[in-house]
């Protein structure tokens, strides 16, 4: 049985990264395909970022937990010292799914922020993880030159309005179950057995 599942994300959230490899391990053995949709978690933040401490006053408080929260289950996460803007990141995610880069696009993103404390809001950064994954510098140009990846990000937005989706991370398996937060593989793989009542 194939398993499409929808992933609504934003690459600010340490959650999402964690699951997303939660799923990822779980391809051995289920024939699983992720559909990410970028859900902007923060779009109040300034277009090139925010420092951490500015946006968040108990920043430091928040880097001690992410770190050790992390180093619980293997990562070492980085001190975040800044905040950024995702839209423009979200946006080439969107358009990574169509050059069937998504993956490899979104585990940069996820650990350029979170292991690295690069700014992904900014373009020239942005443009060096798509450059990683094979997606050049005049694709990006061509993604903000549009509206049409902006458009896709409200239409996600849209979408989890009307079903009463508040926050990140959500997955939607095969548009019947819905998984939310950073769950065990035992609990992906009871959804799973589900669908196959």
Request: net charge negative; proline share 4%; with cysteine.
């Amino acid at each position: 049985m194939k398993y499409q599942i929808t992933m609504f994300s934003d690459f600010q959230c340490p959650y999402c990264y964690i699951a997303k490899g939660t799923v990822d391990s779980l391809r051995e053995e289920y024939d699983i395909e992720i559909n990410f949709k970028g859900y902007e978690i923060h779009p109040d933040i300034p277009e090139n970022g925010i420092p951490s401490k500015d946006y968040f006053p108990n920043a430091k408080q928040k880097n001690v937990q992410l770190q050790e929260f992390g180093r619980q289950i293997g990562y070492e996460f980085a001190d975040i010292t800044a905040m950024p803007n995702s839209n423009k990141a979200l946006q080439v995610a969107e358009y990574a799914k169509e050059v069937n880069k998504s993956d490899a696009f979104n585990t940069l993103m996820y650990e350029a922020f979170f292991f690295k404390d690069i700014n992904i809001s900014l373009i020239p950064e942005i443009k060096k993880m798509a450059l990683l994954v094979g997606i050049s510098e005049a694709e990006v140009d061509y993604v903000f030159a549009t509206n049409k990846y902006k458009e896709i990000l409200e239409s996600n937005k849209i979408f989890c309005s009307d079903n009463k989706i508040t926050s990140v991370l959500i997955f939607i398996i095969n548009n019947k179950i819905m998984v939310i937060g950073a769950q065990s593989a035992e609990n992906f793989k009871s959804a799973f057995e589900q669908l196959k009542l």
